[in-house]
């Protein structure tokens, strides 16, 4: 029995010490997450098409609680149809919304919440909503693979 004990000790301190980040790394990983989300919605907020697609990878799924799961495709194109319709919607990051979750092996996780603001009838009209984007990194590039958008 006391073996057991032991052993299960053993067990959670080796586990704890290789899934444990330092918050040193945890830091500079929301850094370069919010850098990037803040550079992936310049170029939406600024209708940079060719800019903005390369945030994202071919294979992206996109989750909409309204829309339903549409692609990389239908992201290009919808930016492109804001952009030919001088549609004025822009989006910002709510501040204090950012969280940021390493994700081992692949990339990170970021959560939020994030407003859009329109004009619609002579009038700025403005919602908030959550999101959660999956980033992959590979070869120090990071692309969002996942987008879920809820709370619409």
Known sequence: MKQIILLSIALVVVSATTNAQSSSDISALRAEIASLDSSVFSSFNNRDVQKFKGYFSED??????????????????????????????????VTGSLEV???????????????????????????????????????????????????H
């Open 60 to 93: 992206l799924e996109f989750f909409h609680d309204k829309g339903g799961l549409t692609g990389y495709a239908h992201t290009i194109e919808f930016l492109q149809t804001l952009a030919n319709s001088k549609s004025d919607l822009k989006r910002e990051l």
């Open 101 to 151: 979750f390493p994700i081992p092996g692949y990339g990170a996780m970021q959560i939020g919440a994030h407003r859009f603001t329109h004009t619609e009838n002579n009038r700025i009209e403005s919602a908030t909503f959550k999101f959660v984007h999956i980033w992959r990194k590979n070869n120090n590039s990071w692309k969002i693979t996942r987008v879920i958008s809820y709370d």
